[in-house]
C-alpha cells in the first residue's frame, strides 16, 4: 500500500482546482495570480478573490523556476511596468537626470521581456485616482517611481495592486524598495582620489535642499573624512539656501582651498575671479556630470544603471507576487563612477 503519510493533502488548492471552480483554464488563473497583464481586470480579480478565499499561497520558488524556463523558450511579451513622474511645479524642476534613468529602465524591461510606459503625476498632471484607475485597466502591476524633490506621497494609489521602487533615496508614503546613488562612499573616494593628487584643502560647497535631499550624506562624509585626516583638514563646509558668486567669493578668499567640489561649473568663473589658476595651482570636481556644461572633472551618478537595477527588482517582486508596502524595505546602492577632466592636475603615476 502507499505511504498516506507522503499523499499531498486533498484540500490544499490547486490552480487547477481554482480553474476547474471558475470554470477557466489554467494557464488564465495563473495569469491572473502572476499579474502579467495578459487577463481581463475584472476576471483577474474573480480569481483574486476566488484564491484568497480558498487559501491559495503563491510559491516563490516555483514560480521564479516557471519564469526562468519561459525565458529561456520564449521571448513573448511578459507585462509592463509603469514608470511615473511627479510633477512638483517650475519651482522644482528635475532636470535630465530621471530621464536618464528611464533611459535605463526602458532598455532593461525591454530586454527582459516587459513594455515600458510613462506617466506624470502631481501639478498640472493626472491625479492619483485617474492614475491608480488607468493602471489597473491596462493591468499594470510594476511601478517604479522617479525622483522627487521633496519626499512623494502616492499612498493615495491601491498599493494592494501594485509592486514598487523608489529611484531615489527614501520615500515613506508608502515604504518602498528604493535604489539610489551611495553619496557618502562616493564623496569618500573622491577625496581620497583628490589627496592621492596631492591637493591638501579641498572645499565642499553645497546648497541646502540639495544636502538635505541626500540626507546629509555628502556633507558627513566630508566632514568624517576631515576628522580622519586632519592634515587635510581646515576648510569649513560652505553650507547656503542658494549658492552664487556673492555668498562664494567670500568663502573661497577666506580659507583658501586648493580644489573645490560642489554641483555648479560655473564655480570655475567665480574661482578664477578670485584669482585661482585652474589647473595649476586649483581644482574643481562637479559632484554630478549631467549637471556640467564645459568639461571638468566630475562623478558619473549612473542614472542609466539605476534604472536598470530598479527594473530588475521591480521584475523580481512582480515575479513572486509581492505587491503592496514590504513588511522591510531594502535600499541598493551604487557607487558613483570617476571621470577625470582638465579642472585637476595630472595624476602621477
Not at 277 to 295: A, D, F, K
Request: aromatic share 6%; net charge positive.
Amino acid at each position: 500500500m502507499p505511504n498516506s503519510s507522503a499523499m499531498p493533502p486533498k484540500n490544499i488548492p490547486t490552480i487547477r482546482s481554482i480553474a476547474k471552480t471558475l470554470r477557466l483554464a489554467p494557464s488564465t488563473v495563473s495569469d491572473a495570480l502572476r499579474g502579467t497583464g495578459r487577463v481581463d481586470p475584472a476576471t483577474a480579480r474573480r480569481v483574486t478573490l476566488a484564491a484568497e478565499k480558498a487559501g491559495y499561497k503563491i510559491n516563490p520558488l516555483t514560480t521564479a523556476l516557471m519564469s526562468g524556463i519561459r525565458r529561456s523558450s520564449t521571448n513573448t511579451f511578459r507585462g509592463v511596468i509603469a514608470a511615473v513622474d511627479i510633477n512638483e511645479g517650475g519651482q522644482y524642476p528635475h532636470g535630465p537626470f530621471p530621464r536618464q534613468i528611464v533611459v535605463g529602465a526602458r532598455q532593461r524591461a525591454t530586454e527582459l521581456g516587459y513594455h515600458f510606459e510613462e506617466f506624470v503625476t502631481g501639478e498640472g498632471a493626472l491625479p492619483i485616482p485617474r492614475l491608480d484607475s488607468i493602471l489597473k485597466s491596462r493591468g499594470i502591476h510594476g511601478v517604479m517611481l522617479l525622483p522627487a524633490w521633496h519626499s512623494p506621497d502616492l499612498s493615495a494609489l491601491d498599493w494592494t495592486n501594485y509592486a514598487g521602487v523608489y529611484t531615489d533615496n527614501v520615500i515613506e508614503r508608502p515604504r518602498l524598495h528604493s535604489v539610489c546613488t551611495d553619496h557618502y562612499r562616493s564623496m569618500m573616494d573622491l577625496l581620497a582620489r583628490l589627496v592621492a593628487r596631492g591637493y591638501r584643502r579641498p572645499g565642499l560647497a553645497l546648497e541646502q535642499g540639495r544636502d538635505d535631499r541626500l540626507l546629509l550624506r555628502q556633507s558627513a562624509a566630508f566632514r568624517a573624512f576631515q576628522e580622519s585626516h586632519p592634515e587635510n583638514a581646515g576648510v569649513p563646509i560652505l553650507v547656503v539656501p542658494k549658492l552664487n558668486q556673492r555668498n562664494f567669493a567670500p568663502w573661497f578668499k577666506r580659507h583658501k582651498p586648493d580644489v573645490v567640489i560642489n554641483h555648479h561649473d560655473e564655480t570655475v568663473d567665480w574661482m578664477e575671479s578670485c584669482g585661482a589658476q585652474i589647473p595649476e595651482r586649483h581644482g574643481y570636481v562637479c559632484l554630478n556630470v549631467i549637471n556640467s556644461t564645459r568639461p571638468c572633472a566630475a562623478l558619473d551618478l549612473q542614472p542609466r544603471q539605476l534604472g536598470a537595477r530598479a527594473v530588475e527588482l521591480l521584475i523580481g517582486q512582480l515575479q513572486r507576487a509581492e505587491y503592496g508596502s514590504p513588511a522591510w524595505t531594502t535600499t541598493t546602492m551604487l557607487t558613483a563612477s570617476w571621470l577625470d577632466g582638465p579642472t585637476l592636475r595630472a595624476a602621477q603615476a
